[in-house]
């Protein structure tokens, strides 16, 4: 499966990782999956998207925009994006840099962690 849904800290931060290219479908599931987990919990929390293995297509940004409504949400405070790619950073910017959520990228899992300590998440707190 293209992507993997999780808790990275329970209630609070979501943890996403897309691979390959998934398709339309696929990334209908996922907005599924995380309007219901927002719309389950009612309070806000970090959505975590690890795209370091996101193979980005012609149409990404498009596909992105058009199916991850959770960006818009209320509950969804911030969204880090992680990537060492260019073109998917490029890409996840196109597709969500306009949405209700803070937006920010990083070019490593240790970068994101440490904004995330910036926001007061201790590094000891992840769960598996």
Request: a negative charge; charged letters at 20%; hydrophobic letters at 40%.
């Amino acid at each position: 499966m293209p992507y993997q849904l999780e808790w990275y800290k329970p209630e609070q931060i979501l943890y996403l990782e897309l691979s390959g290219q998934p398709t339309i479908q696929e990334l209908k599931q996922v907005n599924q999956e995380v309007n219901h987990i927002l719309d389950l919990h009612q309070r806000k929390m970090i959505l975590l998207m690890d795209a370091t293995g996101f193979s980005a297509g012609y149409y990404s940004a498009n596909y992105l925009r058009e199916t991850q409504t959770y960006v818009n949400h209320e509950y969804l405070g911030d969204v880090l994006v992680v990537s060492d790619n260019k073109l998917t950073r490029l890409i996840t910017l196109l597709a969500f840099s306009l949405s209700r959520a803070n937006f920010s990228q990083h070019s490593s899992m240790a970068l994101a962690e440490k904004a995330l300590q910036r926001m007061g998440f201790r590094p000891d707190e992840r769960v598996s």
